[in-house]
């Protein structure tokens, strides 16, 4: 079994943007997070906040590729972790498609399948919420998906 998810979207900005929505902390709380202890690096251990649901966790990056590509891990500290990649491929000055995958769930996990949609749902919301930001500057989206 295929243990990954995947999501793509086309969002109508260059490139530079879309990843700077990402690894600047404070853009990060208009789409997706509420917060990011400090920009995202190479190296770096970077904690995430979720004020609304009074939760955080931590991200590995393992690997940025300013423009083009994001590599972290995340959910060591409950013993599910998985590597996101993003990447982003500027068509043109005006537009992006960006690519998030996600791999490593456990396929001997009796959940799985339930996990694997909920990665899917979760990943194309946190997409349409950042293309709802930087298409449009609508930034009351984010936490509202409701499992």
């Known amino acids: 079994m295929d243990t ?3 999501a793509k979207f086309k ?11 990402i690894v600047d902390p404070v853009k990060i709380g208009n789409f997706w997070f509420s917060s990011s202890s ?15 649901y009074h939760a955080e966790g ?19 500290e409950s013993d599910q972790e998985t590597v996101v990649t993003i990447t982003l491929k500027e068509l043109d000055h005006t537009s992006t498609i960006i690519e998030v995958n996600e791999s490593g769930l456990k396929e001997d ?8 949609i909920g ?12 293309k709802a930001y930087l298409e449009n500057n609508v930034t009351n989206l ?6």
């Open 11 to 21: 969002i109508l900005k260059p490139a530079n943007e879309v990843f700077e929505a």
């Open 109 to 116: 996990d009796p959940e799985i399948v339930n996990k694997m």
């Open 119 to 130: 990665q899917k749902e979760g990943w194309v919301y946190t997409l349409t919420c950042l």
């Open 58 to 76: 931590v991200i590995n990056v393992l690997e940025i590729e300013g423009n083009k590509k994001i590599v972290f891990s995340w959910g060591a």
């Open 4 to 6: 990954q998810v995947t």
């Open 38 to 52: 400090e920009r995202w690096e190479q190296g770096k251990t970077v904690t995430l906040r979720y004020d609304e």
């Open 142 to 147: 984010r936490a509202s998906l409701i499992h």
